[in-house]
């Protein structure tokens, strides 16, 4: 069992930047491949980038690539999500994400965080 607890969150204006942190529960968090997702108002939820255990592999969505970049630090179970050039379109809630391998993160995670909101203001 793995519990997913997201902070970092909040308001930033057009440009800005926000760093996200996931921070898991349980000594077998070094073998999860874990990823973020979001779920904009009146929208699915949508994959935004995912990492493989070691770190070595990272994934992201094509509106991302560029200025998002995840990271993980396996010594604290913990998982960031560095946002840079942040756009309204940005606007969602947040969800941190684990799961076997990158493969079935991005698919269909085994274990979800509660989400954490971000608003990017015009």
């Known amino acids: 069992q793995v519990q997913l607890v997201e902070s970092g969150g909040g308001l930033v204006q057009t440009g800005g930047s926000l760093r996200l942190s996931c921070t898991a529960s349980g000594r077998t968090f070094r073998t999860y491949a874990m990823a973020w997702f979001r779920q904009a108002p009146g929208k699915e939820r949508e994959f935004v980038t995912a990492?493989?255990?070691?770190?070595?592999?990272?994934y992201y969505t094509d509106s991302v690539k560029g200025r998002f970049t995840i990271s993980r630090d396996n010594a604290k179970n913990t998982v960031y999500m560095q946002m840079n050039s942040l756009k309204p379109e940005d606007t969602a809630v947040y969800y941190c994400?684990?799961?076997?391998?990158?493969?079935?993160?991005?698919?269909?995670?085994?274990?979800w965080g509660q989400g954490t909101q971000v608003t990017v203001s015009s």
């Open positions: 994400a684990a799961g076997d391998n990158t493969i079935v993160v991005r698919k269909t995670p085994g274990y």
């Open positions: 990492i493989s255990w070691s770190g070595a592999n990272t």
